[in-house]
Nanobody, 119 residues
Framework: QVQLVESGGGLVQPGGSLRVSCEVS????????MGWSRQAPGKQRELVAA???????NYADSVKGRFTISRDNAKNTVYLQMNSLKPEDTAVYYC?????????????WGQGIQVTVSS
């Protein structure tokens, strides 16, 4: 069974930094696109960053220059380094990945992790 487990969230002051991680576990054959989305209270879920094949990255305009997505293939883990955090970055952050596993290829999502930016 494939699982995505996020970690590293929490409370940080405006201007601070935080790194969230997402580890993929289970019997998998290939991991294609990996990414992070977020959902703030009362708002729709939005894509924050994605890491596509070949090292290509895609960022929401609101986080460009502040957030960096990276991946450790050996650990099946994707990271989101968040710098210069703002109160409007407060949200539940979700990891997702396009994975080929025993039952075929599909998108998987983590359970979400809270990031709160507040003084």
């Amino acid at each position: 069974q494939v699982q995505l487990v996020e970690s590293g969230g929490g409370l940080v002051q405006p201007g601070g930094s935080l790194r969230v991680s997402c580890e993929v576990s289970g019997t998998i054959f290939s991991i294609y696109r990996m990414g992070w989305s977020r959902q703030a209270p009362g708002k729709q879920r939005e894509l924050v960053a994605a890491l596509i094949g070949g090292g290509i990255t895609n960022y929401a305009d609101s986080v460009k220059g502040r957030f960096t997505i990276s991946r450790d293939n050996a650990k099946n883990t994707v990271y989101l380094q968040m710098n210069s955090l703002k109160p409007e970055d407060t949200a539940v952050y979700y990891c997702n990945a396009d994975i080929r596993a025993v039952n075929g290829r599909r998108d998987y999502w983590g359970q979400g992790i809270q990031v709160t930016v507040s003084s």
